[in-house]
């Protein structure tokens, strides 16, 4: 009689449970109708505000790229101002110009023999490219050579020093 006492009371308690269930059934339907509306509605709210900013975006787009451009170009004619107070870069405009001074010459010279019927003897230009980080590239790979040079010059002193050092 005790297992059909055990089955009775299961029995029992899932009968309860069920009815239980059946009473929040109803309840647990309307809450989850509920957060369904919930999260649709807040879809919906987010889509509306996404939309709204998007329409004033488009109405200030341009002011603020502007404002940008306008910036950027600040910003530009300082980098350019700094770059052109530093000795290095007006050394390397003074080469730069020695270079298109070159070009003048070579161009009024072939001039005058042309104005002069004379045959044209004159070597062609050469077009120099702007190899600024070419160059500071080299002077860089050739200042840090000559370093290690005299490092391992230093290196062969010590180990002579060393060798000749009496004991």
């Known amino acids: 009689m005790t297992m059909s006492n055990d089955v009775s009371r299961a029995a029992d308690k899932l009968a309860k449970l069920r009815a239980q269930a059946d ?19 807040e879809q919906a709210r987010r889509a509306e505000r996404a939309a709204e ?26 980098f350019i101002e ?18 298109y001074k070159r070009e003048k010459i070579l161009t009024a010279a072939q001039n005058a023999q042309a104005h002069l019927g004379e045959a044209r003897t004159l070597p062609e230009q050469r077009w120099y490219d702007l190899r600024i980080i070419e160059d500071i590239t080299s002077a860089v790979d050739n200042a840090a050579a000559a370093l290690g040079v005299a490092y391992a010059e230093e290196l062969d002193a010590q180990r002579n020093a060393y060798i000749e050092a009496a004991d």
Do not use: C, I, K
């Open 53 to 78: 900013y998007d329409r004033t975006f488009l109405t200030t787009w341009t002011a603020q790229a502007a404002e940008r451009s306008d910036r950027a170009n600040e910003l530009h004619a300082e």
């Open 82 to 99: 700094l770059l052109s107070a530093e000795p290095w870069f007006q050394a390397y405009v003074a080469h730069r110009a020695e270079r």
């Open 23 to 41: 009473r929040l059934a109803g309840p647990m339907a309307d809450a989850e109708a509920a957060l369904v509306a919930a999260e649709e509605a």
